[in-house]
T-cell receptor
Framework: QKEVEQDPGPLSVPEGAIVSLNCTYSNSAFQYFMWYRQYSRKGPELLMYTYSSGNKEDGRFTAQVDKSSKYISLFIRDSQPSDSATYLCAMSELSMGAQKLVFGQGTRLTINP | GAVVSQHPSRVICKSGTSVKIECRSLDFQATTMFWYRQFPKQSLMLMATSNEGSKATYEQGVEKDKFLINHASLTLSTLTVTSAHPEDSSFYIC????????????FGPGTRLTVL
């Protein structure tokens, strides 16, 4: 079983729709949770990170963490064609020294005009 | 701020040659740099973690003699793929963690390696 599971999609929705992206994980030691956006042939770009259960909002993006269920989500409101990309969830344990990120497989998202 | 660059962005080489990829943090000092590999339509897999001035820590299954990592300064880490073969063809991405930022890694744009 992979430490982090993410539905690879692809996911295609019309412009303006609400998008829900999800990841589950098995390692209860994960404390930090991140969402990255990656455009084709580019490096990942950090969208949001959180270290507690609950919701965190940033503009059209909301990150949700449920540690009891080992489940995280990213919601995109009023989706735009420019949101079309691959979205990667990533997690890490709280530990001193180098902080290893474990990534999900990534979900390829297309927003259709 | 927090920009990480990689050079080259793309390289094509013959089987058996060695290729060096540079990763630089342009506007911050990075205590730790990470090297990832990403195959088409797959996620990033951590290859190794390097701390400035010390030997890199490699993930299980990654050949340290094949993927040489040097982190000689707080702004530069290099990955050398020695005696490259077609199965080494991949997208290599580095990330850097700043002295100030404990939780965030900043990623470079990646280097696409094609071995013929």
């Amino acid at each position: 079983q992979k430490e982090v599971e993410q539905d690879p999609g692809p996911l295609s929705v019309p412009e303006g729709a609400i998008v829900s992206l999800n990841c589950t994980y098995s390692n209860s030691a994960f404390q930090y949770f991140m969402w990255y956006r990656q455009y084709s042939r580019k490096g990942p770009e950090l969208l949001m990170y959180t270290y507690s259960s609950g919701n965190k909002e940033d503009g059209r993006f909301t990150a949700q963490v449920d540690k009891s269920s080992k489940y995280i989500s990213l919601f995109i409101r009023d989706s735009q064609p420019s949101d079309s990309a691959t979205y990667l969830c990533a997690m890490s344990e709280l530990s001193m020294g180098a902080q290893k990120l474990v990534f999900g497989q990534g979900t390829r998202l297309t927003i259709n005009p | 701020g927090a920009v990480v660059s990689q050079h080259p962005s793309r390289v094509i080489c013959k089987s058996g040659t060695s290729v060096k990829i540079e990763c630089r943090s342009l506007d911050f000092q990075a205590t730790t740099m990470f090297w990832y590999r990403q195959f088409p339509k797959q996620s990033l897999m951590l290859m190794a973690t390097s701390n400035e001035g010390s030997k890199a820590t490699y993930e299980q299954g990654v050949e340290k003699d094949k993927f040489l990592i040097n982190h000689a300064s707080l702004t530069l880490s290099t990955l050398t793929v020695t005696s490259a073969h077609p199965e080494d063809s991949s997208f290599y991405i580095c990330s850097a963690r700043s002295l100030a930022g404990y939780n965030e890694q900043f990623f470079g744009p990646g280097t696409r390696l094609t071995v013929l």
